[in-house]
T-cell receptor, first 113, second 116 residues
Framework: DAGVTQSPTHLIKTRGQQVTLRCSPK?????VSWYQQALGQGPQFIFQ???????QRGNFPDRFSGHQFPNYSSELNVNALLLGDSALYLC????????????FGPGTRLTVL | AQTVTQSQPEMSVQEAETVTLSCTYD???????LFWYKQPPSRQMILVIR??????QNATENRFSVNFQKAAKSFSLKISDSQLGDAAMYFC?????????????FGTGTRLTIIP
């Protein structure tokens, strides 16, 4: 049983560009959350998707947007990249009806130059 | 808003010894969940242990146990018989009990080093 997967593993962008990160939840999971982890910090909640809708959002600007597909996979889009967007982006999924525990993927390391 | 504080940026322990990592949190809620996650150099966040606030009994998972003091809003992690594979960043996290408000709030982490 595959766990949470994310792609790509890492990528490098320049300021002003746009980026799309992808996440496939663990089998049987229908809720996907995204977190940003800056170097040396704990993860910060970006938003959560459930039934293809954004259910909850953290304190991030509108440049951060997302999507969830019918198969529960999800994308995180970031527009107009800033140097400060450089971070590890973590995706976590939760099993249907059991949203108390989130299981994390390996993350995508984004570097903005 | 809830906050989670880990006051020990770094800890070290001799292999086979016991170490305790500290975590305090601030909330006005009575029902919630608390978690310890481990993040090794591979970056993958791995769930170590979880505690429901309504349970008085401290959670235990093999060599890992917690000391949950609800009144003091303290949630420490004890690792017994430390092994080299325990070396990692450890994050304490809080989650409210309310359905639909399920974000995890993390502390800043404690880096644990195991000395052979």
């Amino acid at each position: 049983d595959a766990g949470v997967t994310q792609s790509p593993t890492h990528l490098i962008k320049t300021r002003g560009q746009q980026v799309t990160l992808r996440c496939s939840p663990k089998s049987g999971h229908d809720t996907v959350s995204w977190y940003q982890q800056a170097l040396g910090q704990g993860p910060q909640f970006i938003f959560q998707y459930y039934e293809e809708e954004e259910r909850q959002r953290g304190n991030f600007p509108d440049r951060f947007s997302g999507h969830q597909f019918p198969n529960y996979s999800s994308e995180l889009n970031v527009n107009a990249l800033l140097l400060g967007d450089s971070a590890l982006y973590l995706c976590a999924s939760s099993p249907a009806g059991e949203t108390d525990t989130q299981y994390f993927g390996p993350g995508t390391r984004l570097t903005v130059l | 808003a809830q906050t989670v504080t880990q006051s020990q940026p770094e800890m070290s322990v001799q292999e086979a010894e016991t170490v305790t990592l500290s975590c305090t949190y601030d909330t006005s809620e009575s029902d919630y969940y608390l978690f310890w996650y481990k993040q090794p150099p591979s970056r993958q966040m791995i769930l170590v242990i979880r505690q429901e606030a309504y349970k008085q009994q401290n959670a235990t998972e093999n060599r890992f146990s917690v000391n949950f003091q609800k009144a003091a809003k303290s949630f420490s992690l004890k690792i017994s018989d430390s092994q080299l594979g325990d070396a990692a960043m450890y994050f304490c996290a809080y989650r409210t009990f309310n359905f639909g408000n399920e974000k995890l709030t993390f502390g800043t982490g404690t880096r644990l080093t195991i000395i052979p």
